[in-house]
């Protein structure tokens, strides 16, 4: 099998978000960065899949030349080769995204043959756009499943179990096909020190993609306001007894 893995550079979460002063991308300089976590899954099920059935896995970025971590991060886990699709850090929309991923797997597929299968988050930890696995696989022509939480691949078919409502729909599409997964489809391995070392040698074809140009408009971005938190103190000591047991009693618990 050859399986190709879409992933993207996000700021690890728990961060506290601020914007630029122009308020038209995040402030990077004090975040960390990783792997969008449903995407992790998908690098994760596509090592176990070449495990199983033998073949190639290769992973791909669209980002800053800073991404190229992300991409020794997925090879440390086992991923064969990369293709860094780098930009100048600015955000592609996803019509711009999926042409540039799109002209870069039919420049692999010339030189090495078609992709069994295409795995990508079901949506970006940053943006949230729930786009690109759609836009693309209809680009390519390929069918397409969402959301999934199984994937198992039987002969020329790959079984897709989707979560809904107490059970699982089942969806089974003809290969080559392209899939979008969520966390907890699987528990991502974690790099050994010994892989990061052969992640070290492992090839990266780094091109710049040509970016489309955009037919929306950003206005500007805003950081939601956190709900407010307070604390009363009841008492010190003994003293605090009586109005902790007034307390409970207004919430119903004593």
Do not use: W
């Amino acid at each position: 099998m050859k399986i190709l893995v879409c992933v993207k550079r996000v700021p690890l979460t728990g961060g506290k978000m601020v914007l630029t002063a122009d308020e038209q991308a995040l402030e990077t300089k004090h975040l960390g960065f990783t792997i969008s976590p449903h995407e992790e899954c998908g690098v994760e099920e596509a090592i176990r899949l070449v495990e199983a059935h033998g073949g190639e896995s290769v992973v791909l970025t669209l980002g800053p030349a800073e991404a190229l971590e992300q991409l020794r991060d997925a090879m440390a886990m086992g991923i064969s080769r990369a293709i860094h699709l780098e930009t100048d850090g600015g955000e592609f929309d996803p019509e711009a995204t999926v042409a540039a991923i799109a002209d870069a797997i039919a420049a692999d597929e010339a030189a090495s043959g078609p992709f069994d299968l295409i795995f990508l988050g079901n949506e970006s930890a940053d943006s949230g756009g729930y786009q690109v696995g759609l836009r693309l696989a209809r680009r390519l022509g390929r069918p397409c499943a969402t959301g999934l939480k199984g994937v198992v691949v039987e002969g020329a078919q790959v079984r897709c179990e989707q979560e809904s409502g107490g059970g699982r729909d089942v969806y089974t599409l003809p290969l080559p096909a392209v899939v979008t997964v969520l966390e907890g489809l699987n528990l991502p391995r974690y790099p050994s020190v010994p892989g990061r070392m052969r992640a070290k040698s492992k090839p990266v074809a780094a091109t710049a993609p040509d970016r489309a140009a955009s037919r929306l408009e950003r206005v500007r971005l805003v950081v939601p306001e956190g709900k407010a938190k307070q604390a009363e103190v009841l008492g010190t000591g003994a003293d605090a007894a009586g109005a902790v047991v007034d307390l409970l009693e207004q919430i119903g618990v004593a």
